[in-house]
């Protein structure tokens, strides 16, 4: 775990972020009563933990704490089991609740999605999600590479949705797919965050992914579609010239969409 200040300007930024992110969803082909949907969000507890200064806690428990008032009627599993600590209690109620839920957008992390389906599949005693949540249209995921997951995630499924890419880092909103079909995720650029871009090369990184004094940056301006770059980014939380830990590819120079490459260094999953 890594402790990051999330300061109110973050929580702005993130909040029109995800505004933006809900506004692309007019580029989609869906129906006019799709919009009056549910959306389910997997994520960590609201209730935070205080040590007599300062709370801390999961960001996307910090960021559904401050959801705006009128996407409280869209919001699902609510208040109160999004305050539930104990992933294993938190699951169980939602599973508990499902069927009466109208679910068209889920977001989460593939794993975590996999196993709620799973187990409200094995509960209901029903083939797929679609049997319990049959206006289901749209996957948003983030945090890892889909692909893995994404055969033994459509068995799951009734029939075909739209998967949309997103980058909500714990640092802040770095990116969303914002067109159909788009091999990229577009940066949001005027959001809070500034961005640098390192190219991962022997010049500027040794060789175990370490960043190298006074390493040569650019700026969005100047980067192209062959290099690969280490992000540096400055926050409206504090953060300057930070280094996030992800490499990227830019698919479109001109509408700055990028892909997640990999990493600066490498660690082992106990998973």
Not at 69 to 87: D, L, V
Not at 123 to 139: A, S
Not at 150 to 155: N, P
Not at 245 to 270: H, P
Request: glycine share 8%.
């Amino acid at each position: 775990s890594k402790h990051i200040p999330v300061t109110k300007d973050t929580i702005k930024s993130i909040r029109r972020g995800s505004v933006q992110q809900i506004l692309a969803l007019a580029k989609y082909e869906l129906s006019s009563d799709f919009y009056q949907k549910g959306i389910l969000m997997l994520g960590g507890s609201t209730h935070l933990n205080y040590n007599g200064t300062y709370y801390s806690g999961d960001l996307s428990g910090i960021t559904t704490i401050s959801i705006p008032f009128w996407f409280q009627h869209f919001y699902k599993p609510g208040r109160r089991i999004a305050r539930e600590r104990e992933w294993n209690n938190k699951l169980d109620e939602m599973v508990l609740n499902a069927k009466s839920w109208d679910i068209g957008i889920i977001c989460g992390v593939p794993a975590w999605v996999q196993i709620l389906f799973e187990k409200i599949i094995a509960f209901h005693n029903v083939k797929t999600i679609h049997d319990i949540w049959p206006n289901l249209e749209i996957y948003i995921w983030g945090g890892v590479v889909f692909k893995p997951y994404k055969k033994s995630f459509e068995k799951l499924l009734g029939r075909e949705i739209k998967y949309l890419e997103t980058y909500l880092a714990s640092e802040g909103f770095i990116a969303f797919q914002k067109r159909p079909n788009s091999e990229g995720i577009q940066l949001l650029i005027d959001n809070g965050i500034f961005f640098e871009f390192v190219p991962f090369t022997s010049d500027n990184f040794d060789s175990e992914g370490t960043i190298l004094s006074n390493p040569t940056s650019f700026i969005l301006s100047e980067v192209d579609n062959q290099t690969e770059y280490a992000i540096l980014i400055s926050t409206c939380s504090g953060a300057w010239r930070y280094l996030i830990g992800d490499t990227i590819k830019f698919t479109d120079v001109e509408k700055a969409e990028i892909k997640i490459t990999g990493r600066t260094k490498l660690f082992l999953s106990l998973c």
